[in-house]
């Protein structure tokens, strides 16, 4: 029912930037944010960054000055510029949706997820 296409993960050097995007498809009767979370060996999955469909953002803690988060909604579209990457932001990141399809209830939606090594 809901389709994820995550791109832009990769390999690259400390100071390095990157950039991820996720297309999402699926009947969705409404959306209301779109973002991204991430998984590191050994930890538990976190926020990285999240706009609504109003386009209010939030970030980590971590990422906050040095990541930024962008949504289309017309095209269910979310993109995440990662600039000034360090070996911390290492981890498989997870394209996700928060929205309702037909038939349900409000809930989110995960993408496949995209590997980012950040190593010397």
């Known amino acids: 029912q809901v389709q994820f296409v995550e791109s832009g993960g990769g390999l690259v050097q400390p100071g390095e930037s990157l950039r991820l995007s996720c297309v999402v498809s699926g009947s969705f009767i409404s959306i209301y944010g779109m973002g991204w979370y991430r998984q590191a060996p050994g930890k538990q999955r976190e926020l990285v960054a999240i706009v609504t469909s109003g386009g209010s953002t939030n970030y980590g803690s971590s990422v906050k000055g040095r990541f930024t988060v962008s949504g289309d909604n017309a095209k269910n579209t979310v993109t995440l510029q990662m600039n000034s990457l360090t070996p911390e932001d290492t981890a498989v990141y997870y394209c996700?949706?928060?929205?309702?399809?037909?038939?349900?209830?409000?809930?989110?939606?995960w993408g496949q997820g995209t590997q980012v090594t950040v190593s010397s």
């Open positions: 996700y949706v928060n929205g309702r399809l037909p038939g349900t209830y409000l809930q989110n939606y």
